[in-house]
């Protein structure tokens, strides 16, 4: 689709969809930036994933570092894309009987990280007049998830985040869209659900298809939406 000499940032790339968004890039010509937490994770990615994948180990959830590490990245050159596939699940569990330790663990993978990493790049990609952003939400933030209240409080909060910053981004050169999954065809989903049909379930790698084609100007008519993935799930 032609993201021969973009900049892309996956934050959270070494993680199932992360990973899988990233290699998409790399495979269409970008030069793709991956933050991540697990230097190991990153090591056993980098190894086949060729020259144009560097890294930069980061806490996406903290504004401040966010903000230095997309300056510098400014620094040498655009920032083209970015996409958020930063987030987690923790449920099973009725709300009262929730504690204060997964709401904040929530909030922070699905909500406070997309709030740091687009307002870092934001005012950059407006000073370029160009970019695109996608976030990953949740088919559970649309509500009428039992017992998994924290993470659907989080992921619903993620979606008019970003809803919102469409808006805000309307004067702008800058398109800004989600996409909404149900459940992914992931490691840690099988290891939840071992007993579920996992061909029914959609693969990162056709995920990462739709998130290419977002940040293309062929869908440059595309912005404010959130794209469901939902596979047959």
């Known amino acids: 689709m032609g993201s021969q000499s973009k900049t892309v940032i996956v934050a959270g790339g070494t993680g199932a969809l992360g990973r899988s968004v990233a290699t998409a890039f790399l495979a269409d010509g970008a030069r793709v930036v991956v933050t991540y937490r697990n230097k190991s994770e990153f090591d056993e990615f980098a190894r086949t ?3 144009n994948l560097t890294g930069a180990e980061l806490d996406a959830t903290d504004d401040s570092a966010a903000k230095r590490f997309a300056d510098e990245i400014a620094r040498h050159g655009s920032i083209d894309a970015l996409i958020v596939t930063i987030g987690g699940y923790a449920g099973g569990k009725n ?20 709030w740091a990493m687009s307002r870092a790049v934001a005012p950059i990609m407006i000073r370029q007049n160009r970019g695109t952003m996608v976030n990953v939400a949740s088919r559970a933030g649309y509500g009428r ?6 993470y659907a409080a989080s992921k619903a909060g993620a979606l008019a985040l970003w809803d919102s910053l469409a808006e805000e981004m309307k004067p702008y050169n800058v398109n800004v869209n989600s996409i909404v999954p149900s459940i992914m065809d992931t490691p840690a ?6 007993k579920a049909d996992f061909a029914q379930w959609p693969k990162t790698e056709d995920i990462a298809k739709v998130v ?11 912005h404010g939406a959130a794209i469901p993935v939902y596979g047959r799930t």
Do not use: H, Y
Request: one cysteine or more; aromatic letters at 6%; hydrophobic letters at 60%.
């Open 189 to 194: 989903n099988r290891r939840a659900m071992p």
């Open 49 to 51: 994933a060729g020259a």
């Open 95 to 114: 709300l009262w009987e929730t504690d204060k330790a997964a709401f904040d663990l929530m909030m922070n993978l699905n909500l406070r990280a997309a």
């Open 145 to 150: 998830a039992a017992g998994a209240a924290l």
């Open 212 to 222: 290419l084609f977002l940040c293309s100007e062929e869908a440059r008519v595309i």
